[in-house]
């Protein structure tokens, strides 16, 4: 499998969150990219992938691998902008890397999903640490097989010649969100503005 | 309890959806009304009360018990527009009525929100069929026990001499949504376009 | 439907456990009775059933409901003995009154088991404040429904002229499990025995 | 740490289940071997590590991974015997190799658990390719870092120069069960016996 995967496309970003500098596949090179590409109003992406993602961030160093949320909108474009996502991310306290996906000219599908072939969401990427596609997954997958197919890429990256790329400071997470899991709170100050 | 309880506001509402009709509270009189106030970005909103909302649909029949959402937004309002809880719905399968509160003109606290005094969301509110408030609650409550509330209020309600309002016409469950649980597929025909 | 149910047949019940004294259908008129019947190696009894049973009992007062369990061994009767279920009652933390039904002389089915012809376990039984049969389910209930029927049948038998019978003191809750829900830990007074 | 890392004790059995001939640590070299110790009156077992294993079972290969259960009594030794114990892996299902613990003469510590050092039951012990204890757990592992710990320790067994032992046939699993996971319905041939 090795042998035949092939380079993963450049992503093409309108806009990133939480971090400091765009992200890109060569500067990653010798890290594992888990590439979560979701939409905020995708239900399976709220109760599954992107609560996945997070946990793998919060599982593996850093240095090894790097999670990306990538909002790619093909439907409902009006509801899903640049603002909603921001709101979005802050109630969820979201605080890996997320870019959104570059809109397409011609269509509602946008262009790193175009170039990957991707065919709804959520869909899983997965990066190993040569810049290579070795793994595409439409839908849902379990922790406990994510877990063991990062882990093995992770295996394989710290056997490469190449060093690891310097580990950027790690973003700071979000504090101020008024939800919690269960709830959302008025800032007794906001009904006095 | 039945004594003291006190009227119920009126709902002061922008937009209603999932109702050809707009609902009173007078004109649900005989019926349990229970009221979800909720926003679509709040969390727990999203994982917990609108989809025990949509099983209190499910369960009770539209007869005894009336299921309403109210799209409280008190931060975030660029963010959650109508155009984005029109989308919401659509993906996430609510089909019981969903009334938009109307914003206030002089603070983030929309005006049904400031008229029952809700601290935030979500916020679950069971009124009895003479119209009055039975219940307030913010945060969570288990099935359980609102499934045991409902049921108190509805034997309640069937010992009322006054004959319940007769039934509207259950609105049609939209069937186009393109997401299922726990994916969204891209309709083929959409690159085309 | 009320008119129509007819008499719970009396239980034949070889022990119980977690009550002073045996309970009978007559001492418990007044209040309603949820029955559920298990077996200690059914697993959908485990999971789901007697969890759920638990949570009854906690949610609504003693004064009202009665839950009790009903031990229907059919099957494996060499390893659910009265010693295996003192064991299990204890590290699973089962409070209420629990009943080994009584094995039957002429095949493995114990008698009340068969007197209420069950299928299996789990099964529900709710008996009304009259002492009469109102619903018999094998398999499972969800936590909304169940809730709904258990408070409808208290709400019939709070509006019966007779008295409800008078509390028994609610028994003791043993504390001394070495078990929590996620491990069990060794005494370490144990291995110097 | 895999140079620190100290051999395996032996496993210490009373009986087998699942599996022809007796396993050994020796003739496992070349496989990971994924130990759970439970108790089949603990609740944390039968939730969630028992399950756990069998997804483990399910998603590695057995060329790579064995997985085994390892039943340490260490309270209610009355009631978890080796019968108790072939009716529960029987009504829950559980197919992976299963063995008794060697019980103890001067206590009610057994031998295998007392070599290893275990505080209770669930315990994770995980065994690399060359016979090393890897990790020891008392309680809780979440499927993310399970599946990531396995995978790190396949990818260092597949990077060994010995062989791995030639695969035993996979043992085959009951049908016969009467118990899906939610209900054990009766065999309506029993009541006739």
Redesign the interface.
Known sequence: MTQTASAAPAWQVAQWFNTATPLTLDALRGKVVVLTAF?M????????SLP?AA??AA??PREQVQVIGLHTV???H????A??L???L???RIAFPVAIDQPGSD???PLTM?AYG?????TLILIDGEGRLRQHL???I???????????L???AAALPMPAAPTPPRSATSDEA??????????MD????
């Open positions: 939409q109003l995708c239900p399976g992406c709220v109760a599954h996945q946990r793998v599982l593996f093909f439907e409902h009006e509801a899903m902008t603002t909603a921001r709101a979005f802050h109630e969820y269509g509602p599908i175009r991707m065919r709804g969401t959520p439409f839908g849902r379990e922790d406990l097989e994510l877990g063991a197919r990062i882990a093995g992770v295996a394989e008024a939800c919690s899991d269960d709830q959302c709170a008025i800032d906001d009904d006095k503005r």
